[in-house]
């Protein structure tokens, strides 16, 4: 009898203590949509240009203003980009979230985005779903260059660099065709909303990809593993620099979050990119 006793009060201090442990963690996944992580990377190149080594890129993906997410929250998004004194600033698409009345609050805080080289920028699937031409004419407002299937050279001097974008719904053939133009010398940069795109596209010549989609995987154990990510091909666009021949892949964990306004060990990041020759 006593020593029934003795197991059934360690059972239920091992569910005590699960218990507690569960409910830190939910807790904590309130919270660490607040954390936002500014995270800096070096990238060294060959091709980059004298004039742009030591330029730095801010890239924020996936700001997904909502209920959520207020515009104070994207207020101060854009207030942390500015400290950063960036050279350029690229965003990666899905700025919203649930509703279309936040398209045009939401641009109007990313029109007072500052940097000496401008602001660009591409779609994600949050805002091709909700009003895709809403979305444009925002951006367009807002004083971004959208690269929707397009680049923009990057002129410092008598020094460039290409900037390529895909929009989220252009036909793969169509992509393909407009990546074939990037010639292997210059230093070229693909910005896609979707990582996954890298396994479909021909990379040979882009140097370094920025994308988000996947924020991390937003509800992941401990980092490790994601329970869903919607790039597809497993856990391998998870999160940071994934390596495909020569080119570097950036995934963004992002800013804002969907479904739940939680995030378990996949923080929100504002992704700061040095180049360096
Ligand atoms: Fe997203």
Not at 1 to 7: A, E, H, N, P
Not at 161 to 184: H, V
Not at 203 to 215: A, K, P, R
Not at 224 to 233: D, E, V
């Amino acid at each position: 009898m006593k020593i029934r006793k003795k197991k059934s009060s360690k059972f239920k201090r091992f569910i005590k203590i699960l218990l507690i442990f569960i409910l830190v963690c939910f807790l904590y996944s309130l919270v660490e949509p607040y954390l936002i992580e500014e995270q800096t990377i070096i990238i060294q190149d060959s091709d980059i240009p004298q004039n742009f080594s030591g330029k730095k890129i801010v890239f924020v993906s996936d700001i997904h203003h909502g209920r959520f997410f207020d515009r104070d929250r994207v207020a101060d998004i854009v207030a942390r980009i500015n400290r950063q004194n960036p050279d350029l600033i690229i965003l990666g698409g899905d700025y919203i979230y649930g509703d279309t009345k936040y398209i045009e609050p939401c641009f109007e805080e990313l029109s007072k985005l500052e940097a000496p080289l401008g602001v660009y920028a591409v779609t994600g699937n949050h805002d091709e779903w909700e009003n895709y031409r809403l979305t444009l004419a925002s951006m367009k407002k807002a004083g971004i260059t959208i690269l929707g299937n397009d680049a923009e050279w990057i002129e410092v001097g008598d020094e460039k660099i290409r900037l390529n974008g895909i929009g989220w719904s252009s036909p793969l053939e169509k992509n393909e065709a407009f990546l074939d133009g990037i010639a292997s010398k210059e230093f070229s940069v693909l910005v896609a909303h979707d990582p996954g795109l890298a396994e479909e596209l021909e990379m040979d010549n882009i140097d370094l990809m920025l994308s988000g989609h996947n924020h991390g995987g937003q509800m992941t154990l401990f980092g490790l593993w994601a329970f869903y990510l919607p790039s597809g091909y497993g856990q391998k666009y998870l999160t940071g620099i994934i390596e495909k021949g020569d080119t570097k892949i950036l995934v963004s964990n992002g800013i804002g979050n969907t479904f739940v306004p939680m995030r378990f060990f996949a923080r929100p990041q504002i992704n700061i990119v040095i180049l360096k020759k």
